[in-house]
């Protein structure tokens, strides 16, 4: 729990908390801008919030940098933390020794998380706490949208909160999990069919390409059979190894034809390197007869002339050539030499060899195809399974909480007012929630509604505190307001409220916020002993 803030700049420089109601206290006849709003903040800045800084920047302009002492007790030990608003992300976490270390927020936050025993799948500190700690300025308020931390907050973050702080996501997030691992399975595989190591082959392919696999497996079978004629071991010549010297050997034979064919174009260059005979000229006049002889020769002269700058280059790649057509049929010939073996002699059947490890190279492909593509449908109806399952146990998780919200608001409401007043009720879908007055969607029952939904939460829940500003009450009618006060007093966590005007509340009230008050503020007692409203 908070047991106590300090800070030199307040009107009570220390404030001092209980374990249950903490009430702030304002004058009698609800004198405005006294720094009520500004130190509830300011508890919120002990709680590791960020939004003093941002929503007051007034005090500080004012007031000058503010830096606060929180003393947390937790199983009766003392801890005690320096934070400013100079340096807001670092916390002073201080020790009876003196030897004071410097954390981050984050480290204070992990710490309070601890403190305070929130479960190992509870949302972050400042998320559990942050919807229900309703000041002035943070725009958490709103009686319509309760569950709300700001405006524009997306319900998938509403909604996995709710299911943390209730404790039913573990159920879904091990789910979450499994379908995460799934999805992951499933882009690996898409990645095959993707990147074009493997096609992608509808419902009618993949039975083409089975009736393919199994015509194949029979033919494999075929040659085997006559293999074993020569008494070879199967297992021996298909294996990885001479399967990958069949493929190297297909490669290498690709290779040596290409080098081939740029030999030959080579070796014609160079014969067309010798005069043309005028004879074979008159022949191509006997056939077109308006030919221009004389400009063939030119050409054909251009040409030579060119052939022999060139000779010299074109001789030297012909050599390379022939050394690499050499090299290539001395590579293939090692292949054929350590696949011979496998025959043991030179009688075996080579040919046989040589189509088996063929076939079999289609044979692993045509699997390779299959066993994917049929992974690929498997995995995709187990992604959508799975989400299907998530869903239905989400929807069974949020109707649970809606349940147990329903029926603990009803109970509240009923202790607030007399006649059977009308109930709020909440609705937790998939994609949305809806908050609903129902008959009386008046400003103070509304708001009532929000405490008794705020209250369910607490009570059901281990949310470790509320603050709740004065906004909340101010038109709540006074005989609700007197029964929500007594309930702030009955919760064993603490509760920090700000209230004004004591003076129209009954003695019960009275003596117990009296009983309860951390800090009273007028307009002669102001939070920061100086007022800036005012128009000088």
């Not at 050539?321 to 054929?336: G, M, R, T, V």
């Not at 002669?524 to 100086?530: I, Q, V």
Request: aromatic fraction near 10%; proline fraction near 2%; charge should be negative.
């Amino acid at each position: 729990m908070l047991n106590s803030l300090e800070c030199t700049q307040l009107i009570q420089s220390k404030l001092i908390f209980n374990d249950s109601l903490n009430v702030l206290l304002g004058s009698d006849d609800g004198t405005n801008s006294i720094g009520k709003s500004s130190i509830l903040m300011l508890i919120d800045f002990a709680f590791g919030g960020e939004d003093f800084c941002k929503l007051c920047f007034d005090v500080i302009e004012n007031v000058g940098e503010i830096e606060i002492k929180a003393e947390f007790v937790f199983n009766e030990i003392s801890y005690k933390f320096l934070r400013n608003t100079t340096e807001p992300s670092k916390v002073i976490f201080c020790h009876i020794d003196g030897d004071d270390s410097i954390k981050t927020i984050e480290e204070f936050r992990s710490f309070l998380s601890t403190g305070y025993s929130l479960p190992l799948n509870y949302p972050s500190f400042r998320s559990t706490v942050n919807p229900y700690f309703r000041i002035w300025g943070k725009d958490n308020y709103n009686p319509n949208r309760p569950l709300h931390s700001y405006p524009n907050e997306r319900y998938l973050q509403i909604r996995t909160h709710l299911l943390k702080i209730f404790e039913y996501y573990t159920v879904v997030d091990d789910l979450e999990k499994n379908k995460t691992k799934i999805e992951n399975k499933k882009k690996t595989i898409q990645g095959m069919f993707t990147e074009g190591f493997l096609p992608k082959l509808n419902k009618k392919e993949l039975n083409l390409t089975k009736h393919e696999l199994n015509l194949l497996s029979v033919k494999l079978e075929e040659i085997k059979n006559e293999i074993e004629i020569y008494a070879l071991s199967i297992n021996e010549i298909v294996n990885s190894n001479n399967l990958n010297l069949k493929k190297e050997k297909t490669e290498l034979e690709n290779q040596l034809f290409h080098k081939k064919s740029q030999l030959i174009r080579i070796e014609n260059n160079l014969k067309f390197g010798s005069y043309a005979n005028t004879k074979n000229f008159e022949k191509l006049s006997s056939f077109f007869p308006n030919i221009n002889e004389n400009r063939l020769l030119e050409i054909e002269k251009f040409h030579i002339g060119i052939t022999k700058i060139l000779k010299n280059e074109i001789l030297s790649e012909k050599n390379k050539l022939n050394e690499n057509i050499a090299h290539l049929e001395d590579s293939i010939q090692k292949i054929d030499e350590q696949l011979k073996k496998v025959l043991k002699n030179s009688d075996k059947p080579i040919m046989l060899v040589d189509t088996l490890l063929e076939l079999s190279i289609q044979e692993k492909r045509l699997k390779d195809i299959v066993s994917y593509t049929e992974l690929k449908v498997t995995v995709d109806s187990t992604v959508t399974n799975l989400k299907s399952e998530i869903d239905k146990k989400v929807i069974e998780c949020l109707r649970g909480i809606q349940t147990l919200l329903n029926n603990a608001m009803a109970l509240y409401i009923d202790s607030f007012y007399e006649d059977h007043p009308a109930h709020p009720t909440i609705k937790l879908s998939e994609t949305n929630y809806e908050f609903s007055h129902n008959e009386d969607s008046g400003t103070g029952k509304s708001y009532a509604n929000l405490i008794a939904l705020d209250f369910s939460i607490f009570e059901q829940t281990k949310l470790p505190a509320l603050i709740h500003d004065l906004i909340l009450f101010k038109n709540i009618e006074t005989h609700a307001f007197e029964k929500i006060f007594e309930t702030y007093a009955k919760f064993n966590k603490q509760s920090f409220i700000a209230v004004d005007e004591l003076k129209k509340y009954n003695d019960d009230v009275i003596e117990l916020a009296k009983e309860k008050v951390f800090l009273e503020l007028s307009a002669e007692r102001l939070a920061f002993k100086k007022s800036w409203k005012r128009v000088k």
